[in-house]
């Protein structure tokens, strides 16, 4: 794609100033639509140092309200984010519905520079070029309007342009070794670059590969891009909010291999029961044990995610708390999951849990989940039904992608029976101390037991995965069921440390 | 202080265990009134390795709701953090109100064991000593509970401690040399510790030093501490609410001599005007000088801060575009600032300020700031009488410490009269492409005048110090007003670098 193109493509200034001038005002105007409509806006820029990125980046955001944009230059990850998954640093920065988010730079250099430098495997490369499609994939499901530009232009053109910039005292710094380094291995790059252009140009976010050796065709490119594609956008945007899925329809996931046989809640006896007597030193045995296991944990620097769900009143505070109390402050956190707040409900549904999770070493127990998509998202009607029956997958790829990067994942299904509950909702009711737990919303989801069921059982069939499992735990007697999430995380550790 | 604590203290286990039983169910119970009364609650442990800060925090936040507190472990300061003020760090990690930020080690490190090590001078100590006496009194005075505990340990009780760890296969790898080798100088840091404490102990947010040879003695005295202290803040914050200020009365600030003499906005002529032959040259100059100066100012790592402030229709996106112009997008970010958030409203209302400053080498502009407090929150009732009238002092304060950390600040009040307000007020409601820019606000504000006019002047008279000045830009020729802001921002530029 790169060696084939036209480097020499020049547009007369006479007419592409005149032209730039219309998109501009064009673009400008377009803004105030985007924000009104809440499309996300990614544009990226990739390409050659030296290439013109800065000067492109400058005269886009010139023409923008910056309370609608923010920039972004992506340097290779400090040892602070290489800490994390490789795309947590990327989801952090996309845009909120009705703004842009503008990147100098992008995921696209670890697959490129960073892949060339740190001499990286084919299967490595394979690896990260599928995380992105999928990451694109659902960005662009979700609405996210995404621009990749890049900028190109030849091996001498870039040694001339270094050297011009070494020759003024006042821009020599900008030259380091790596440009003189990357522009000697000119060639090694270019494969580089030209596989992943190919390996990434997909309909839902295209390259557009500009020819950069003169500044005004290529900001005249760039500027033509961004408007007719946001035109056509706002337009697919209006089209897509009409379309309707059916809800009974069966869901077809892209790789059902990896699901584990689940029962459904029906299946489940829960008539599972502790001797009392026995849990005390269960409980504490189970404790050491954990304990030790966190600290070979945190040498090995594996991470630990714990997902729980369940019924309201199922146990949830109890059972983390007894898991919570074998762990070293320092290396764990309880993360409460409520309902979104309004930044968060301005970014898709998956952007908080992106910046949520626990780094290598660390564990990350999450009191409530990215499940509630798939539950009370989907109950209530906080999210379209084409939008919940895609989470199966969305879920299924961002777990995936966290064991690629080396998490342990377990999620408990913390159960009980509707008798159970309304025990326990009465309980909560006479008791001055625990009134606080118990809420209108929770008698209110309560009746909706049925539909909820229902979306339990198609989760768990859905979304239990040998790299994520989901655990039935049968919570009827909450000491059977600490002691039983406790013993299922010790036997996980002690098969992966 | 330390010296003379006696560390053979013990309250046996027999009545201990009942009383903290008792202690945990009175705490759980205020969590909810703390989250009610919305109280921010700081707990910052400092002390010994070895001490015991790990199972101290264990054991409070097992006794907390997870959806009501956050737990940080403070590490020396990276690369990344090291191009930001010291406090930025800390400001971020403050307690929304109504939870709890609970702090293993805290901005206390940077003048006890870093000090120690990075040999920094007692002047530089005593410097960051009263940044932090600053910070403290500061979030007193919005209300926050700040409770120090000091886990003091002997020598030997610390010596024994790690041999202990080290003894054992599982913990080796907990004892450092770093800790051997504050073991083997523990007096060279006992004094730091002593200076510490005696320098920073002051009413509203005292130490509570500990003596942590035996758990359960430390773990009652921290329970009965925080207990105590929540009870009478919340009882403090009631009468505190009470309290009226009167608006009129003169306003006293610490370091008046700081401040520099300011005309009042009626002194200001407004007739300035630019010819307009000569404006495309000189702001074509200008931007060529300024756009050298970043990059001077890049290599020497001085941050820069722009805040802009003016009238409705003054002209401040486009004084700011013609800034912006002549940065590199890699180095520049122009910060809108609209009304809080949600998020921002639950606190202090610098923290969102301390979290979007520039690193070293960058610009930050600011489209509003900071200054609203005593703008649109002294008018509109958004905040009390006594809280505006204290933000003269506290956001002197606030830019002190950025130029201390060695930021060049420059203030910008855009200024108009009101005929001309209301020209271009006129001018955008009957131009389609400027409509989104007036709102109902606007006029709502326009009746105002007379208001902001006597905030404004106020804001100027007890603002503009040496190290941060308000500089008045005439704006009726908006030509006019972008060349004066660009050549005020070179001029102090070329002064500094």
């Known amino acids: 794609?790169?060696?084939?193109?036209?480097?020499?493509?020049?547009?007369?200034?006479?007419?592409?100033?005149?032209?730039?001038?219309?998109?501009?005002?064009?673009?400008?105007?377009?803004?105030?639509?985007?924000?009104?409509?809440?499309?996300?806006?990614?544009?990226?820029?990739?390409?050659?140092?030296?290439?013109?990125?800065?000067?492109?980046?400058?005269?886009?955001?010139?023409?923008?309200?910056?309370?609608?944009f923010k920039t972004y230059s992506i340097l290779p990850p400090d040892e602070a984010e290489r800490r994390y998954p490789l795309l947590?640093?990327?989801?952090e920065k996309l845009p909120a519905y009705g703004s842009f988010s503008i990147l100098d730079r992008s995921w696209y250099q670890d697959i490129t520079t960073l892949a060339v430098e740190d001499k990286l495997s084919r299967q490595e490369v394979l690896r990260r070029t599928e995380s992105i499609r999928i990451m694109e994939r659902q960005l662009a499901d979700d609405g996210t309007l995404i621009l990749k530009f890049f900028l190109h232009i030849s091996k001498k053109e870039q040694k001339d342009r270094l050297d011009k910039l070494e020759a003024s005292k006042n821009?020599?710094?900008?030259?380091?070794?790596?440009?003189?380094?990357?522009?000697?291995?000119?060639?090694?790059?270019?494969?580089?670059?030209?596989?992943?252009?190919?390996?990434?140009?997909?309909?839902?976010?295209?390259?557009?590969?500009?020819?950069?050796?003169?500044?005004?065709?290529?900001?005249?490119?760039?500027?033509?891009?961004?408007?007719?594609?946001?035109?056509?956008?706002?337009?697919?945007?209006?089209?897509?909010?009409?379309?309707?899925?059916?809800?009974?329809?069966?869901?077809?996931?892209?790789?059902?291999?990896r699901l584990l046989p689940m029962p459904t809640l029906s299946q489940i006896s829960l008539d599972k029961t502790l001797d009392p007597s026995e849990y005390d030193q269960r409980l504490k045995d189970a404790q050491q044990r954990l304990s030790q296991l966190h600290n070979k944990l945190y040498r090995q620097k594996v991470p630990l995610i714990l997902a729980y769900e369940g019924w309201d009143a199922a146990g949830k505070g109890g059972n983390i708390k007894r898991v919570a109390a074998a762990l070293d402050p320092r290396g764990y956190?309880?993360?409460?999951?409520?309902?979104?707040?309004?930044?968060?409900?301005?970014?898709?549904?998956?952007?908080?849990?992106?910046?949520?999770?626990?780094?290598?070493?660390?564990?990350?127990?999450?009191?409530?989940?990215?499940?509630?998509?798939?539950?009370?998202?989907?109950?209530?009607?906080?999210?379209?039904?084409?939008?919940?029956?895609?989470?199966?997958q969305e879920i299924n790829e961002f777990e995936y992608e966290l064991a690629q990067w080396g998490a342990v994942i377990l999620k408990f299904w913390l159960h009980i029976d509707q008798n159970e509950q309304l025990r326990r909702f009465i309980d909560r009711q006479n008791t001055p101390e625990k009134?606080?737990?118990?809420?209108?919303?929770?008698?209110?989801?309560?009746?909706?037991?049925?539909q909820y069921q229902e979306a339990v059982d198609q989760m768990l069939q859905l979304t239990s995965t040998r790299y994520a499992p989901w655990y039935v735990i049968e919570s009827q007697d909450k000491k059977y069921a600490r002691i039983r999430t406790l013993e299922l995380i010790i036997q996980t550790l002690e098969d992966v440390l």
Chains 1, 2 share one sequence.
Not at 19 to 27: G, I, N, Q, S, V
Not at 186 to 195: G, I, P, R
Not at 368 to 381: A, D, K, P, S
């Open 333 to 392: 956190e309880v993360i409460p999951i409520a309902a979104p707040d309004k930044t968060e409900l301005n970014h898709h549904y998956l952007w908080r849990f992106w910046r949520q999770l626990p780094k290598t070493g660390h564990i990350a127990i999450f009191d409530r989940t990215w499940y509630g998509r798939v539950m009370v998202e989907r109950i209530e009607g906080f999210c379209t039904t084409r939008q919940w029956r895609a989470a199966y």
């Open 88 to 91: 947590k640093r990327y989801w």
């Open 1 to 68: 794609m790169l060696s084939t193109l036209d480097l020499t493509q020049r547009i007369p200034k006479e007419t592409a100033k005149p032209e730039l001038r219309t998109l501009k005002a064009r673009l400008s105007a377009l803004q105030q639509t985007v924000k009104e409509h809440k499309l996300p806006v990614i544009i990226l820029f990739e390409g050659w140092s030296a290439a013109g990125k800065g000067s492109m980046i400058s005269s886009l955001i010139l023409t923008l309200d910056p309370r609608g």
């Open 435 to 450: 009134q606080w737990k118990i809420t209108e919303e929770d008698w209110r989801n309560r009746e909706k037991w049925p």
């Open 171 to 257: 821009t020599r710094w900008r030259v380091t070794s790596q440009d003189r380094r990357r522009n000697k291995h000119y060639d090694d790059y270019l494969d580089a670059y030209e596989a992943m252009l190919q390996n990434t140009t997909v309909s839902h976010a295209p390259w557009h590969i500009i020819p950069a050796h003169d500044k005004t065709t290529a900001q005249l490119m760039i500027f033509r891009t961004v408007v007719s594609s946001i035109e056509s956008a706002l337009a697919q945007k209006a089209d897509q909010e009409k379309l309707v899925a059916d809800p009974s329809a069966p869901i077809n996931l892209s790789n059902p291999e």
